[in-house]
């Protein structure tokens, strides 16, 4: 089994490279585009995530033996395409939002630049990596705002698919989360891991006591006890007894939780373990943590809700082609027209206009017949946005790995402090703030 990444793709995209080939089209310089119409869920900003293990991704996006076999035997497209394959390497470039930065609709978070084939056989690989993480990290951005100081932990890996759960956990760490319970996640992306015992460790002993004391054992009496499997009163004082008032902490994972996490925490007091901290962990999302903001909890633990995008697990991006050159070589907009799925072609420059710090809208500058693009220097009340990922085929490796995970969060945590407060309510509503399509001078 190889390990390339070119067979994640939809076969239109295929066909569509193969019938360029035949006319002649194949080589047009060509800008695609990654966008999102409107946000999901009538959120009021989205995050990006993804971008980072798209890149690595992409360095594996090769037509090997295995791949062009199978094209082959099941007649997916003609000999010069798998020629044309064999030798396939991304060439062109890429730009967009860093990974970690705020979206809104109409946002280019992501420009492909290159021929026609270079770039059109990307479109399944790249939506598929953004619509995913970008979903999680946009929920999991909001249970960080509501759950202010307090430390989020995602444990959501029964919740989601093998590698989707590896995926998921990085990109609820670069939205605010500070641990996962994956241990891939933390081998590949250097994100802390956490985590305890399940109910079953409970279970497994004659008694809650000799489960309890053979956990302190194990891992010190800073660990932290789950204390819900029969009665919750009962299993606290028993924790107490067993470990000492230095208990490190004790789980809720049921029940009426600012309730049951109010009792628990006099329970505590009275005992004397004034310093034992209580995590909850029961079908956790943005609106249960919200309304625990005021109940003695230190920490949550969050599983299908954050892996899941809270409702919403994907971002709606599209991927679509906004430019390319005609048979003379002059560059021309193109766009889709179709009822309330309209895009505005032309390449784009995209700058977080500010005023006082504080994000008043997306301005998103079009050239349309590609006059220079805006820099900075021409939005002194903005933020320049873009970055490249890619030049020539030869891939930034600063945004991959541990560090670029690493560096997406610590962006992240960073822009947030841009948004307005009307963009931090959970409810639904319109974009915290408008994108502007302007044109290029």
Known sequence: MTTSTALLTDRYELTMLAAALRDGTASRPSVFELF???????????????????????REFRFGDDELRFLRDNDVVDAESLTYLENYRFTGSIR???????????????????????AVVL??????VLNHDSAVATAASRMSIAAGERPLAEMGSRRAAEQSA????????????????NLEAGRRWGIPT????????????????????????SLGTDTTLLVDTYDIRTGVETAIRVA???????????????????????????????GTRITVTSDLDEYAIAALAASPVDAYGVGTSVVTGSGYPT?????????????????????????????????????????????????????????????????????????????????DTAFEGAEGTASARAHHLRVREELPVRALALSKSDPAIPTVFVDAS
């Open 36 to 58: 999102s119409r409107r946000l999901s869920g009538g959120r009021r900003f989205g995050v990006v995530a993804g971008t980072g293990r798209l890149l690595t991704l992409l």
């Open 96 to 118: 967009g939002y860093r990974e970690g930065e705020l979206y809104f609709p109409g946002s280019p978070i992501l420009t492909v630049e290159g021929s026609f084939a270079d």
């Open 123 to 128: 479109e399944t690989l790249a939506l598929s």
């Open 166 to 181: 590896v995926a998921a956990a990085r990109a609820a760490y670069i939205a605010g989360f500070r641990a996962t319970s």
């Open 194 to 217: 956490m985590g305890t015992a399940a109910h079953s460790w409970t279970l497994l002993h004659e008694t809650e006591e000799e489960a309890f004391r053979s956990q302190i054992d």
């Open 244 to 274: 000492g008032t230095g208990l490190g902490g004790v789980r809720i994972d049921s029940g009426d939780l600012p309730i049951v996490a109010a009792e628990v925490r006099a329970q505590l007091d009275e005992l004397g373990a004034t």
């Open 315 to 395: 971002a709606s991006m599209v991927y679509k082609l906004v430019a390319r050159q005609d048979p003379s070589g002059a560059w021309i907009g193109v766009a889709k027209a179709s009822t309330d799925k309209a895009s505005h072609g032309g390449r784009k420059a995209a700058f977080r206009t500010l005023v006082d710090g504080v994000a008043e809208a997306e301005t998103v500058v079009v050239s349309d017949g590609f006059e220079e693009l805006d820099t900075p220097a021409e939005h002194a009340d903005g933020r320049a946005l873009q970055t490249t990922f890619v030049e020539g085929g030869e891939i």
